[in-house]
Structures are given as C-alpha cells and as structure tokens.
Nanobody, 119 residues
C-alpha cells in the first residue's frame, strides 16, 4: 500500500502562485509514476501533470503547460506542483495519485487539497 498526503492548497488571487506538495509513504518503491489531477465543482476529474520518480519523463496538460511545473524530491518521497500565473479556472480540488509498476494505473489517491483562485 501507498499513502499520499497533499498539502499547500489555499486561496490566492489571479496571477498568484502556489506550490502543492504530495508526501508519499508506504511501499513507495513499488510506484513508477506520480500524477496530479483536479476536479472543479460539477466537472469531471481531469489530468494536470505527471512525472516518473526518476524525473526523466514528465507530462503536463495543455491548459497548464506554460504555467505549472512538476518535480520530485526522491529523498523526501515528495512530489511538487508549482503553479504560477493562476487563473480562476484553476479553482478545483487537486489530488495526488501514484501509479505502481505492476498496473501502470493510478491505483493510489490522496484526499485532495482545495485551490481557490479569486478574480
């Protein structure tokens, strides 16, 4: 099992920045890729970014590619999502997820952290 705990959400004005953290514990060595997803009210959950623990392979949604950065700190088993130039449409609950080598699916999820961007 892998446990994920997100932090760093909050209220920020449009144009501002936030850095989300996702601390992983448990069988982290069994995980291949970490991802960030978000879900706005009355909308489906959508992919935001992903990264392998090696850091060599990253992916970002087109809507955030020029503004967000994903990174890892392997010593701390932590994944970060740096969000710059935030827009009101970035308002959502942000979830961290882990993808095991065995399934290559996002089988583990955190509880989520709220990000609210005011205009």
């Amino acid at each position: 099992q892998v446990q994920l705990v997100e932090s760093g959400g909050g209220l920020v004005q449009a144009g501002g920045s936030l850095r989300l953290s996702c601390a992983a514990s448990g069988r982290t060595g069994s995980t291949y890729r970490m991802g960030w997803f978000r879900q706005a009210p009355e909308k489906e959950r959508e992919f935001v970014a992903s990264i392998t623990w090696s850091g060599y392979i990253t992916d970002l949604a087109d809507s955030v590619k020029a503004r967000f950065t994903i990174s890892t700190d392997n010593a701390k088993n932590t994944v970060y999502l740096q969000m710059n130039s935030l827009k009101p449409e970035d308002t959502a609950v942000y979830y961290c997820a882990a993808q095991p080598f065995s399934t290559r699916k996002y089988d583990y999820w955190g509880q989520g952290t709220q990000v609210t961007v005011s205009s």
